[in-house]
């Protein structure tokens, strides 16, 4: 059993930059695949960003812009988000999976373990 605990959202300005955190329990967090998604309000929950063994992937409107760190040490791992748009305000939801295949990372089905989620609000 996995734990996931968001943290980091907040208010910030179109352009602005913002790290969120999600911890995790459990002794074996490397093992875990782990996936970022958002949801705004009023439609459906989106793929972000992914990490699994050491390969990162990513939603074309975020690449360039966000990043998928992670500290095993500290079992967390960290959604970096630069340059943010209004329209990227959502509840964003860090997800963790122990086995998975690389080609079904973008789906929210695919993930065993979810966070309560954090806001992050972006206004122009």
């Known amino acids: 059993q996995v734990q996931l605990v968001e943290s980091g959202g907040g208010l910030v300005q179109a352009g602005d930059s913002l790290r969120l955190s999600c911890a995790a329990s459990g002794r074996t967090f490397s093992r875990y695949a782990m996936g970022w998604f958002r949801q705004a309000a009023g439609k459906e929950r989106e793929f972000v960003a992914a990490?699994?063994?050491?390969?990162?992937y990513s939603a074309d409107s975020v690449k360039g812009r966000f990043t998928i760190p992670r500290d095993n040490a500290k079992n967390t791992g960290y959604l970096q988000m630069n340059s943010l748009k209004p329209e990227e305000a959502a509840v964003y939801y860090c997800?963790?999976?122990?086995?998975?295949?690389?080609?079904?990372?973008?789906?929210?089905?695919?993930?065993?373990?979810w966070g309560q989620g954090t806001q992050v609000t972006v206004y122009a």
């Open positions: 997800a963790a999976v122990r086995a998975v295949e690389a080609g079904i990372l973008q789906r929210s089905s695919a993930y065993d373990y």
């Open positions: 990490i699994r063994a050491g390969s990162t």
